[in-house]
């Protein structure tokens, strides 16, 4: 078992920056990327960005240039920083870990942190 405890999000003015923590504990092995995903009521959740174990990045058309996603390996901690925040950026975002087991490939989430952007 992997468990996800995120960190970090609040309320921000637009234009304003925030960085999401996501740290990991638990089995943690055979990881294949950590991410994040964002959800807006009534909305799918969606990928926002993701990091893969060997460190290829990828991100939403929505977010490029403004969000970066990094880690801390020996942490075990993958950080989304978020500059020139949009109201469109509200959502509930979730850190996601892919893991690659002896019995398959697993999903992990976390429990979600509220970020939203508003004057």
């Known amino acids: 078992q992997v468990q996800l405890v995120e960190s970090g999000g609040g309320l921000v003015q637009p234009g304003g920056s925030l960085r999401l923590s996501c740290a990991a504990s638990?089995?943690?092995?055979?990881?294949?990327?950590m991410g994040w995903y964002r959800q807006a009521p009534g909305n799918q959740r969606d990928l926002v960005a993701q990091i893969t174990s060997g460190g290829r990045t990828d991100y939403a058309d929505s977010v490029k240039g403004r969000f970066t996603i990094s880690r801390d390996n020996a942490k075990n901690t993958v950080y989304l920083q978020m500059n020139i925040l949009k109201p469109e950026d509200t959502a509930v975002y979730y850190c996601?870990?892919?893991?690659?087991?002896?019995?398959?490939?697993?999903?992990?989430w976390g429990q979600g942190t509220q970020v939203t952007v508003s004057s």
């Open positions: 638990g089995s943690i092995f055979g990881v294949n990327a």
């Open positions: 996601n870990l892919k893991q690659r087991g002896v019995l398959g490939n697993y999903d992990y």
